[in-house]
C-alpha cells in the first residue's frame, strides 16, 4: 500500500489524545506513513490544520490526494484497505461489540475528556473526581471487563488480538495512569489495571512518548 502513501497528519505527542488513536493502529499493524506534526499552540495553528481539512481539526490521513478527516473515520478506512491486517476482530460478534465500545468512545466520555486531557508525560493523581467523572470511569472500566472476559481470549487486548478498539482507548489508558490512583475504587477486577499496563508498555506506545518527550524539550 506504500505505493499511494500515507501522510498522517496530527498534534502535540503530549496532549492530542485523537492523535494518537490512528497514529498508534498504523504501527501496530507495521503499515508505513509518514508523520505530518503541527504544533497546536502555535499561532497559526489553525491555518495549518485548515491547509490539509475544512473540518479544521486533527488527525487528518491523505492517503495519495485522497483526505480522509475524523480518528475513527481513519481508523475505518486503514481497516478496509489492509484486511490481512485485520484491525477489526474477524468474529462477526467480537467485530459488532468491538464498533460498539470504539463509537461508544468516539461519541462520549465527555467529562473524563474535559477533566482528564491527555498529558501522557504527566503524573497528576487526583484526590477526587466530579460525579460525572467517576461514572465515565466506572463505565470504562465495566466496558475493558467486559471484552477482556467474554472476548480476550489468550491474548492481553480487548478483543484478544490488537484491535481498533484499543487504539480507541488507548489515550484512556493515558489518563487513567496520569489521574486515576487506583482503578480498584472504580469497580476494577485488577482487569482494567492490567490492560492500562499492556497498552502503555507497547513498543509503539513507548515510541509515542519519546516524541512527546522530544517536542517539549523544543
Ligand atoms: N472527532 C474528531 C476530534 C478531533 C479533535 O478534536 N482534534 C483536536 C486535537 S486532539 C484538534 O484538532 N484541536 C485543534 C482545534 O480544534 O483547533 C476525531 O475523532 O478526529
Same mark, same amino acid.
Request: no cysteine.
Given at each position: ?9 496530527? *498534534? ?17 499493524? *507495521? ?26 481539526k486533527?488527525?487528518?490521513l491523505w ?7 475524523d480518528s475513527?473515520a481513519i481508523?475505518?478506512y486503514?481497516?478496509?484497505?489492509h ?24 461519541? *462520549? ?7 482528564c486531557?491527555?498529558k ?17 470511569i466506572?463505565?470504562?472500566?465495566e ?11 489468550d ?34 477486577d485488577g482487569?482494567?489495571?492490567a ?5 502503555l ?9 519519546? *516524541? ?6 523544543g
Open positions: 500500500m506504500a505505493a499511494e502513501g500515507y501522510r498522517l497528519v496530527i *498534534g502535540n505527542k503530549n496532549t492530542s489524545s485523537w492523535s494518537l488513536r490512528p497514529w498508534l493502529a498504523l504501527k501496530q499493524a *507495521g503499515i508505513d506513513f509518514t508523520e505530518v506534526r503541527i504544533n497546536l499552540r502555535a499561532t497559526d495553528a489553525k491555518e495549518q490544520i485548515l491547509a490539509h481539512s475544512p473540518a479544521g486533527v488527525p487528518v492517503s495519495g490526494d485522497l483526505m480522509i478527516w475513527l481508523l475505518e486503514v481497516a478496509e484497505r484486511p490481512d491486517k485485520a484491525l477489526w476482530p474477524s468474529d462477526v460478534r467480537a467485530r459488532a461489540v468491538a464498533r460498539s465500545v470504539s463509537a461508544e468512545m468516539h461519541s *462520549g466520555f465527555q467529562p473524563l475528556r474535559e477533566h486531557p491527555m501522557i508525560l504527566s503524573q497528576d493523581p487526583k484526590p477526587e473526581h466530579p460525579d460525572a467523572v467517576v461514572a465515565n466506572r463505565r470504562i472500566v466496558l475493558w471487563m467486559d471484552s477482556r472476559k467474554r472476548f480476550g481470549g491474548g492481553p487486548f480487548l478483543f484478544s488480538r490488537f484491535s481498533i478498539a484499543d487504539a480507541m482507548f488507548a489515550p484512556v489508558a493515558s489518563r487513567f495512569r496520569t489521574y486515576v490512583a487506583d482503578l480498584g475504587a472504580f469497580g476494577d482487569t482494567a489495571a490492560y492500562v499496563d499492556t497498552i508498555s507497547l513498543p509503539a506506545i513507548e515510541e509515542w512518548i519519546r *516524541g512527546a518527550r522530544a517536542e517539549v524539550a
